[in-house]
């Protein structure tokens, strides 16, 4: 009897742990996808729109199962956009912003936190780079 509520114990455990480290990993997952298209939305902007003060939202909050099962409505990623001047010395500096976007959830009662940085130029890649 306790050799096998060892193993009880012992199995128990690893399928909670196992459950959890695919639960963190689509949290993970979930995280890089907002960052992405948050990023990929910046790349469709104009630079007179990326220069325009609250055209874009420095704001925002995304859902994980936003539809919810059983009441539950899932997690809560809440991120900011920031849009500053490029920290180069350049003569074209003027014409380069550096984009954040900070992301942030609770799970598990951890604090959890991703970031993804770009550049934007005022006429594309395709001026700079022959």
């Known amino acids: 009897m306790v050799v096998l509520g060892i193993m009880f114990v012992t199995l128990y455990s690893g399928f909670s742990s196992g459950f959890a480290v695919v639960q963190l990993a689509r949290e ?6 907002i960052l992405q298209e948050k990023m990929e939305t910046i790349r469709l902007y104009t630079w007179d729109q990326i220069e325009t003060p609250g055209f ?13 099962t059983n009441g539950v409505t899932g997690l809560a990623y809440t991120g900011r956009v920031s849009i500053v001047k490029a920290p180069i010395l350049e003569t074209y500096s003027n014409e380069l912003k550096r984009v954040t976007i900070d992301l942030e959830w609770v799970s598990a009662d951890v604090l959890r936190r991703r970031q993804m940085q770009t550049y934007v130029t ?4 395709q001026n700079y780079i022959y």
Request: no cysteine.
């Open 28 to 33: 993970n997952l979930r995280a890089t996808q």
């Open 122 to 125: 005022r006429h594309g890649l």
């Open 56 to 68: 874009i939202p420095t704001n925002f909050v995304d859902k994980f199962y936003s539809n919810g």
